[in-house]
Structures are given as structure tokens and as C-alpha cells.
């Protein structure tokens, strides 16, 4: 084990080596060393599923098992981890690394430090081995991307240079490099793998690439500083988040048009990360400042209710049986857990330093 990961062990109350090696084990659905040479018990049941938390300060990774909200293991990734996505198989995990400095709204970006290029790129975690097997250089200051549906492309956000990277998996080579507007961030993928919506914070916009000929086919308009987007399990709509115009924007996707806009109310409302139940019936949305996550109706476009979880939630993931959700609360370096049905907080799980990213994992 290397320095950095007994440094991030002792951080996250794992003991150095053994309990990491433990840890990654129940992870990976396998049972620790010692208890399957000695114990004849059955192995108790593996987690239902396993949530994923990319902690953009600590540049870790946090795995807590489903069911008892444990936090089996904290895995060093690199610089600045923000979007997470998984492979179509279910092997590997996509994370996006920048060696740009962090630069809230309002900072004088001059006075921040050079970016390190070096350290760009989009990690591969294997989910076997319990680590990054490879960094993939896809365009500079990766921020978030979505996985083609054959798994063998990947569709990158590069923050800085206002353009979105396809990549080639398998060889590095960037296929095309795709103008989308300035400061593009929420990268998604369509249930049927045929469009990635790119949302770009400062132009206002989303652009519509075509995975069939990697070119952007469409452009259309949204509120101010648009952050993610999601896609109902059908296809047919798009949920696009507004952060500073307070809104949830309603997409045709056949036609790439905006056709309702949902406006949120509150103090401080800023809409973030948006996921859509597994049935299409509901959309939930994180909002930032606002501290809340907010519960829309698909077939009304209506607020619906409402839930109080960490200070600032971004990143938001819903289980495989829409049953609960997880919001990755940035300043509280913590993880909220919600019953989805009830719209209450049942858990808060301990993560890194600004959690970002949610990704889940049902069993195999």
C-alpha cells in the first residue's frame, strides 16, 4: 500500500493497510481474507447495491454499501474528481480528474495558481481491483461525461476550452472535439445511446450531439447558467436544471425543444443535479444553496414535495428500485440518505472533502 493511501486510511478512520485491503474486498462483493479461510458461516448477503461518491477536495473516491449506509472504503483517484459514470457492464467507473484550481463564483480567477494538465484526464476504476487502472487524456479541465452505449467512447465536458471531447476508450485518441458554448458541464447520454446533452453555464445553452456521426445536431435555449440534465427511462423527455434562473426546464427530445419550464420556489433555490425515477414518474432535483431536494411530478410538471438534506447538495443518485435517493452535500462532507416515498432524510453518511459525484451500482 503507498503512503497516499495510508495517509487518506488514517483520514477517513480506516486502519493503514488492512482494513483498506478489507474493505475493497466487501466492496468488490468478495469476502475479507481471514473470515473465508476460517469462519464456516455463509457469507452474509452482498449489499443490494453500492453507491459511489467522487470527493472533489480529497480527490478520493467513497464506497458505501446499500442497505447499511457503511462506509466500506475511501480509494484515492486524483486531482479534483467531479462527474462519475458507469460502464454499461457494470465493471468500471469513469470519473473526471482536473488539475485546474477550484474557482467559485466571485474568486478573481488571476490570483489562482497555474492549472496542472498533467493531471486531466478520466480515470478508469476497476471495480474488481479496487483502483484506477488507467487515465484516459481526454481534452483539458474534464469536468463531466457520459458512456456510449457500447462502452467504448466517452463524451467529455472540457470546462475551460468551451468544447466537448469524444474519446476512443480503448486507444486515447480523441475522436472529435466539439465546440458547445462556454463553461459546459452536465454531460448525458440517452436511454437508447443515440444523444448526449451538453449544457453550457455561460452561453445558456444545450447542444445535441449525434453518437451515430459525433456532431452536434441541434442547439437550444434555457435559463441562466444550466448545470445537468436527465433523460425519462423512455427517452422522450429531457429535464435540463437552471442554476441561477431557478428552474427546471422540460425537453422534447424529438425535436430538441424546450416545451414547459418549471419555476422553483424557496430561499436561495439554485437547481443542480437532477435524476428521474426508474418508473419516469417522478424528477428530483438538488438545489444547491438552497439546501433542498425537490420532489416534480413527470405528469404535471409540479412541485410535488420537498426535503431539507446537507449544506449545498450536488451531485444526486436514485437506487435501481427508485426506492432511495443520495445527494452528495459539498460543504458538509456528507452524504444524504432519502426515502424517496416519504421524502425524508433516513441516513447521513460521512464522505471525503467535497463530495461532487454520485454513482450506483445495483448487484450483480
Given at each position: 500500500?503507498?503512503a ?5 486510511s ?8 488492512v482494513?483498506?485491503v478489507l474493505?475493497?474486498?466487501v ?13 464456516p458461516?455463509?457469507a452474509?448477503a452482498?449489499?443490494p447495491?453500492?453507491v459511489?461518491v467522487?470527493?472533489?477536495?480529497s ?11 457503511e ?6 483517484l ?6 462519475i ?5 457494470g ?12 474557482a ?10 497555474p492549472?496542472?494538465?498533467s493531471a ?38 472540457n470546462?475551460?476550452?468551451?468544447e ?6 480503448a ?11 462556454g463553461e ?8 437508447d445511446g ?10 445558456n445553452?444545450v447542444?445535441?450531439i ?11 435555449e434555457?435559463?441562466?447558467?444550466p448545470?445537468?440534465s ?14 441561477n ?5 422540460v425537453?422534447?427530445t ?9 419555476e ?23 438545489t444547491g444553496?438552497g439546501r433542498?431536494v425537490v420532489?416534480?411530478d ?17 451531485g444526486?443518485?436514485?437506487t ?27 441516513a447521513t453518511?460521512?464522505?471525503g ?5 454520485i454513482?450506483i451500482i445495483?448487484?450483480e
Amino acid at each position: 500500500m503507498t503512503a497516499e493511501m495510508n495517509d487518506v486510511s488514517r483520514r477517513h478512520g480506516l486502519r493503514p493497510g488492512v482494513t483498506l485491503v478489507l474493505a475493497l474486498a466487501v466492496a468488490c462483493g468478495g469476502a475479507p481474507p481471514e473470515e473465508a479461510a476460517s469462519d464456516p458461516a455463509p457469507a452474509a448477503a452482498p449489499p443490494p447495491y453500492h453507491v459511489y461518491v467522487t470527493n472533489e477536495y480529497s480527490g478520493d473516491l467513497t464506497v458505501i454499501a446499500g442497505g447499511t449506509n457503511e462506509v466500506l472504503a475511501t480509494v484515492p483517484l486524483g486531482q479534483r474528481p467531479r462527474g462519475i459514470k458507469v460502464s454499461p457492464d457494470g465493471s468500471q467507473l469513469f470519473v473526471a480528474l482536473s488539475g485546474s484550481p477550484p474557482a467559485p463564483p466571485g474568486i478573481d480567477v488571476s490570483t489562482l495558481p497555474p492549472p496542472d494538465r498533467s493531471a486531466d484526464g478520466i480515470g478508469v476504476f476497476d471495480r474488481a481491483a479496487g483502483e484506477v487502472v488507467q487515465v484516459v487524456h481526454a481534452g483539458t479541465d474534464p469536468e463531466q461525461l457520459a458512456v456510449s452505449a457500447d462502452g467504448t467512447r466517452l463524451y467529455v465536458a472540457n470546462e475551460d476550452a468551451g468544447e466537448a471531447s469524444v474519446v476512443d476508450i480503448a486507444t486515447g485518441e480523441v475522436l472529435a472535439a466539439l465546440p458547445v458554448g462556454g463553461e459546459p458541464e452536465g454531460v448525458r447520454i440517452s436511454p437508447d445511446g443515440s444523444v448526449v446533452y451538453v449544457t453550457s453555464e455561460e452561453d445558456n445553452q444545450v447542444s445535441a450531439i449525434d453518437t451515430a456521426t459525433n456532431e452536434v445536431v441541434a442547439v437550444f435555449e434555457v435559463g441562466a447558467r444550466p448545470r445537468a440534465s436527465a433523460f425519462t427511462p423512455d427517452g422522450s423527455r429531457a429535464y435540463v436544471t437552471a442554476e441561477n434562473g431557478a428552474t427546471v426546464h422540460v425537453v422534447d427530445t424529438a425535436t430538441h425543444e424546450v416545451i414547459h419550464t418549471i419555476e422553483l420556489t424557496g430561499e436561495v433555490v439554485r437547481p443542480m443535479g437532477v435524476v428521474v425515477s426508474p418508473d419516469g414518474s417522478r424528477v428530483y432535483v438538488t438545489t444547491g444553496r438552497g439546501r433542498m431536494v425537490v420532489a416534480i411530478d413527470a405528469a404535471t410538471n409540479e412541485p410535488v414535495a420537498s426535503v431539507e438534506v446537507g449544506t449545498r447538495p450536488w451531485g444526486i443518485g436514485i437506487t435501481p428500485d427508485g426506492r432511495y435517493l443520495y445527494t452528495a452535500n459539498g460543504p458538509s462532507n456528507d452524504v444524504s440518505v432519502v426515502d424517496a416515498e416519504s421524502m425524508t432524510v433516513v441516513a447521513t453518511v460521512p464522505a471525503g472533502e467535497r463530495p461532487w459525484g454520485i454513482a450506483i451500482i445495483g448487484a450483480e
